[in-house]
């Protein structure tokens, strides 16, 4: 499969001694998601380094589809920022503690209308939880597993119940 680098919008979160990365991207596949990956390259000292990506040849649609992934990680050092490589080069994404997410409401990221979902794997509701509008349209091997809520209680319910 070929690998193309897209643009995004990042969060990084910290509870405990696990960092989970958010990305959201609108991509034009339909039969594809957004992807995260860790790089392989071992550097000293070690880092915290990502691509995302979309499949490069795929079934484009008329529009654009929002998509959104998290990935979970250990973290045992007190790291203060994720490595995000896009196609618009190296992004430095700030690790915020979760307990500041919750209480700074007026967060940029943080939306008050009561219009997004969390879909998750059909077999699995702990895999590929992703947050998503709820107009959009997902495959069908994921059904939806909590709201309409708002965009912040989504992403709580998402980092609690997801990848466990």
Known sequence: MSKQLINGKYKAVRQGNTITLFASAQVRCVDWHVKLERTTDLVSPPIHEFFLYTKKDCLEIPGVLNDSISLQFEDSDIWESVIVRDAGGEQKVPVVNFKTIIADQNAAWVTTSENYIVIANSIDESKDCR??????????????????????????????????
Request: proline content about 6%; charged content about 25%.
């Open 131 to 164: 947050v998503i509008p709820e107009d959009n349209f997902f495959i069908a091997t994921h059904k939806k597993v909590y709201g309409p809520d708002t965009l912040e209680n989504c992403t709580v319910w998402q980092f609690k119940n997801c990848g466990k």
